[in-house]
């Protein structure tokens, strides 16, 4: 069983920059999807960005597009997602996933936490305005 762990969350100031990464504990992470989501007090765990498990696409939610950025190293087993210009308003939990979706499954089932078997404990993002 794949264990994930996030790191890199903290405080940011609005319109800043910030990297979150999160490292798998073995190297079955390379044939895994990877995702990012977030969920804020009092709401629901929305999906952020994902990618699948070659590299070969991403997808992020409309909100983030243009600002963040999901990449991975599967030499070190670790996914990332840079986050330019945060808002107030994306101060969250960031999550990390993983899963075997399936190589012809379109975007929508990468935007789906139930596609993903896998979860770190999470990392809080405060975005002070």
């Known amino acids: 069983q794949v264990q994930l762990v996030e790191s890199g969350g903290g405080l940011v100031q609005a319109g800043g920059s910030l990297r979150l990464s999160c490292a798998a504990s073995?190297?079955?992470?390379?044939?895994?999807?990877m995702g990012w989501f977030r969920q804020a007090p009092a709401k629901e765990r929305e999906f952020v960005a994902a990618?699948?498990?070659?590299?070969?696409?991403?997808y992020y939610a409309d909100s983030v597009k243009g600002r963040f950025t999901i990449a991975r190293d599967n030499a070190k087993n670790t996914v990332y997602v840079r986050m330019n210009s945060p808002k107030h308003k994306e101060a969250a939990v960031y999550y990390c996933a993983g899963g075997a979706v399936s190589p012809f499954a379109g975007r929508i089932c990468y935007t789906r936490a139930t596609k993903y078997a896998y979860w770190g404990q999470g990392t809080q993002v405060t975005v002070s305005s």
């Open positions: 073995d190297r079955s992470f390379s044939r895994y999807a």
């Open positions: 990618m699948r498990w070659d590299g070969s696409s991403t």
